[in-house]
Each structure stands twice: as structure tokens, then as C-alpha cells.
């Protein structure tokens, strides 16, 4: 994903005992890539939500078919979500 508007996201990044698929340092800001078989995994996804929560990471999620089919509403969202954080830091 690289710079998205200023920010460096990193991909494929370890944190904890999970592989979060972009996250910002400066943001403590994941982004998670969901396919299908992310439907039968709920209650996963639910406890790896709330263990980055724990640790001060704020997570976002985004389906693999928006990220293909309508990137720009994704970015759109992505920048609410930074314009937000941003909003509300120190």
C-alpha cells in the first residue's frame, strides 16, 4: 500500500502472535483485507480484533471485493478514518 495520504503503511506486519495485513506505526492503525473465508471465521476475527484493540491498535475492515471493485471508496473511507485520528491525537 505504501504512503496513503502522508502515512506509511507497512504490509504483512507481526504484531503480537497475528500477521496484520497493513498497519501504521504512527497511527496505531491496522487495516484488514477480508475474503471470503473471513465469513466462517467470525469468531476469530471478533478475538483478534479485540487483542489488537488491548494493545492501543485500532482496526478497520474492508472486504477483498471492495478493495478490488471500488478502491476509491475505500481510500475515501481510509482518509475519514486517518482525518479522525488525527482529530483526536495529542
Do not use: W
Not at 507497512?10 to 496484520?20: N, S, T, V
Amino acid at each position: 500500500m505504501g504512503k496513503v495520504t502522508g502515512y506509511k503503511f507497512h504490509r504483512q506486519l507481526p504484531i503480537d502472535e497475528y500477521i496484520i495485513d497493513f498497519y501504521c506505526h504512527e497511527l496505531n492503525l491496522a487495516l484488514e483485507v477480508d475474503g471470503y473465508t473471513h465469513d466462517y471465521n467470525y469468531e476469530n476475527d471478533l478475538q483478534r480484533q479485540n487483542r489488537l484493540n488491548s494493545l492501543g491498535i485500532r482496526v478497520i475492515r474492508f472486504s477483498d471485493d471492495d478493495v478490488k471493485k471500488h478502491l476509491d471508496d475505500v481510500l475515501r473511507a481510509l482518509q475519514a478514518v486517518i482525518s479522525e485520528i488525527e482529530k483526536t491525537s495529542p
